[in-house]
C-alpha cells in the first residue's frame, strides 16, 4: 500500500502518541514475524487479509513461549487497532472485523510489575546523592525528588520547562499522556532539591550566559554539565544506579507508585486518581500497593 492514507498500519500508528507509537512498532514487528513475514517491512504487509485463524495462532504461540496474559492482550489489542483501521478504510467488512474481535488473548493474571518504595529507602536514596560530591549528586537527588514528589512519568519530568515551574505554588506543569497539559504539585522538601540543583547549576555558567531552559541536564565524564537536555533513557539508568547503591533494584516507574500508594494511604482513592490524572478509577487502583505494607506488617509481628 503505497498511500499512507489508505494503510491502516500508518493511520493507526498515526493515533498514538510519539513513545507508544514506538513500542506498537515493535509489537507490531514481532507479529509480522511471528505470522512469517520475516523479511517485510510492516508498512507494505497486508494486515487486512489476517483472518481470525492467523489472531488465534499468535496466542497459541505466546502462551507457548511463556508471555504473560498482560503482554498477550497488547499484542492482540496493537492486531485489533490496524484492524479497525483497516474497516474505517473500508479495506474489510464490519462482519469480518467483528470475527477478529471475538478472539480473546491469553487469560490468566501475573503480579504487578515493580515495587513500593518505603520512605526510609527514599531517604536512604537521599543520603547516598548527597554523599556524591560530583554535579551528579545534586542533579540526580532533584530528579528523584520531583518523581517521587509528583508522581510524575520519566518522560514528563525530561520534557519539564523553566518557565513552567511556579516555585511559589510548589507546582509544575507537564505534557502528559495523550497529549494533555497537567499540574503537578510537590511537597517543599522537592522544591528544596530542584532549588539547589537549579542554583547549582547557574553559578557553573560562564557570566553573562543565560540559563538552559530546561530543568536537568546530561552531565559527561569528568563531572562536565552539558548544555543538553538529559533524556529519559538516562531517567531509567539513574534509577537503576542509585537503588543499586542502597542494595534495591529501582525502576523510575517504582516513584510514581510509591506516590499513588502513599496519597491512597494518607487520604483516599479519588484523591490518588486526581494527583495521578488517571481518566479511570481502575488504573488508580492497580497502582495500590498498600497490600504489601499491609502484609509485610502482619509477617513482622511473627513470633517464635
Known amino acids: 500500500m503505497s498511500d499512507p492514507l489508505r494503510n491502516p498500519l500508518l493511520q493507526y500508528l498515526a493515533r498514538l502518541a510519539p513513545s507508544s507509537q514506538l513500542t506498537m512498532r515493535y ?5 509480522a514475524d511471528r505470522l512469517g513475514f520475516v523479511d517485510c517491512d510492516i508498512v507494505d504487509i497486508p494486515w487486512h ?18 508471555y504473560a496474559p498482560n503482554t498477550s492482550s497488547l499484542y492482540v489489542n496493537a492486531l485489533r487497532g490496524v484492524m479497525n483501521e ?6 474489510i467488512s464490519h462482519e469480518q472485523l467483528q470475527r477478529l474481535r471475538e478472539i480473546k ?4 493474571s501475573r503480579l504487578p510489575p515493580g515495587r513500593n518504595l518505603r520512605r526510609s529507602l527514599i531517604r536512604e536514596l537521599m543520603d547516598v ?12 537527588a532533584a530528579i528523584i525528588a520531583l518523581l517521587y514528589g509528583t508522581g510524575m512519568r520519566k518522560s514528563e519530568s525530561v520534557d519539564v520547562m523553566l518557565d513552567q515551574v511556579d516555585f511559589q505554588e510548589r507546582s509544575l506543569q507537564v505534557l502528559g499522556k495523550g497529549n494533555r497539559q497537567l499540574i503537578k504539585y510537590a511537597p517543599a522538601w522537592a522544591f528544596e532539591k530542584l532549588q539547589a540543583w537549579l542554583d547549582f547549576r547557574r553559578e557553573q555558567l560562564p557570566a553573562g550566559e543565560p540559563d538552559d531552559a530546561f530543568l536537568f541536564n546530561r552531565i559527561r565524564r569528568g563531572n562536565h554539565i552539558t548544555r543538553a537536555r538529559i533524556t529519559k533513557h538516562a531517567i531509567y539508568y539513574i534509577a537503576r544506579q ?16 510509591a ?3 502513599r496519597v491512597i494511604e494518607e487520604h483516599d482513592l479519588s484523591i490518588a486518581q486526581k494527583l495521578a490524572h488517571h481518566a479511570n478509577i481502575q488504573t ?8 504489601d505494607n499491609e502484609r509485610r506488617r502482619a509477617v513482622d509481628r511473627f513470633d517464635y
Open 105 to 108: 488473548p491469553a487469560s490468566g
Open 86 to 91: 483497516a474497516w474505517r478504510l473500508e479495506l
Open 129 to 140: 546523592c548527597a554523599a556524591d560530591p560530583r554535579p551528579q549528586g545534586i542533579r540526580d
Open 49 to 66: 487479509r489476517l483472518e481470525p485463524g492467523h489472531v488465534i495462532g499468535l496466542v497459541a504461540a505466546l502462551r507457548t513461549d511463556g
Open 27 to 31: 509489537i507490531l514487528q514481532d507479529i
Open 284 to 291: 488508580t487502583v492497580g497502582y495500590d500497593r498498600r497490600d
Open 259 to 261: 506516590f499513588i500508594t
Open 242 to 257: 542509585r537503588g543499586a547503591q542502597v542494595g534495591v533494584k529501582i525502576m523510575p516507574h517504582d516513584f510514581r507508585r
